[in-house]
T-cell receptor, first 114, second 112 residues
Framework: NAGVTQTPKFQVLKTGQSMTLQCAQDMNHEYMSWYRQDPGMGLRLIHYSVGAGITDQGEVPNGYNVSRSTTEDFPLRLLSAAPSQTSVYFC?????????????FGQGTRLTVV | DQQVKQNSPSLSVQEGRISILNCDYTNSMFDYFLWYKKYPAEGPTFLISISSIKDKNEDGRFTVFLNKSAKHLSLHIVPSQPGDSAVYFCAASRTSGSRLTFGEGTQLTVNP
């Protein structure tokens, strides 16, 4: 059972380059989110989605775009990478239920922008 | 505005003793709270949760306590083991909400 799969695991970009971080889940979860982890700042929400076709901004959305064309996939796009986007990125999914549920995380993508 | 705060960046305890990790929140709309554990180079994994209708939830060595009036929760690990050494994140959400808000994390080190 794959759960939440993120690719790539590592990436080095030059300033101004663009790339897409991939995230896929096989649990049929409605909610998906992208977080970034920086030292001393915990996990900060970038963008999230409550279902296919619906996305919204989190705490730190600037410089990132998302789309949700299917339930399974939630890619994160960096249009013009900046050194401030050097971070570890985590994708998470969570089921919608009348009972509260936990979020499941991918293994992370370590991104360095030089 | 940091709605979930973990004031201790690190905690060191001896094997076999109790570890107590603390978390404070400011948003009174939060009514579901979770603890995640994270090892280096891995994603966070769910540990234990508590709903605001309870003040305690136990799962083996792990117990979470919730004090709603103080907007404070804590995670107790008894007895602590070296394998518990990890970063622990506190998170909060509204009932059936889509967003989790995380604290900064606490690095727990359990010394043999």
């Amino acid at each position: 059972n794959a759960g939440v799969t993120q690719t790539p695991k590592f990436q080095v970009l030059k300033t101004g380059q663009s790339m897409t971080l991939q995230c896929a889940q096989d649990m049929n979860h409605e909610y998906m989110s992208w977080y970034r982890q920086d030292p001393g700042m915990g996990l900060r929400l970038i963008h999230y989605s409550v279902g296919a076709g619906i996305t919204d901004q989190g705490e730190v959305p600037n410089g990132y775009n998302v789309s949700r064309s299917t339930t399974e996939d939630f890619p994160l796009r960096l249009l013009s990478a900046a050194p401030s986007q050097t971070s570890v990125y985590f994708c998470a999914s969570r089921g919608r239920s009348v009972m509260n549920t936990e979020a499941f995380f991918g293994q992370g993508t370590r991104l360095t922008v030089v | 505005d940091q709605q979930v705060k973990q004031n201790s960046p690190s905690l060191s305890v001896q094997e076999g003793r109790i570890s107590i990790l603390n978390c404070d929140y400011t948003n009174s709309m939060f009514d579901y709270f979770l603890w995640y554990k994270k090892y280096p180079a891995e994603g966070p994994t769910f540990l234990i949760s508590i709903s605001s209708i309870k003040d305690k939830n136990e799962d083996g060595r792990f117990t979470v306590f919730l004090n709603k009036s103080a907007k404070h929760l804590s995670l107790h690990i008894v007895p602590s083991q070296p394998g518990d050494s990890a970063v622990y994140f506190c998170a909060a959400s509204r009932t059936s909400g889509s967003r989790l808000t995380f604290g900064e994390g606490t690095q727990l080190t359990v010394n043999p």
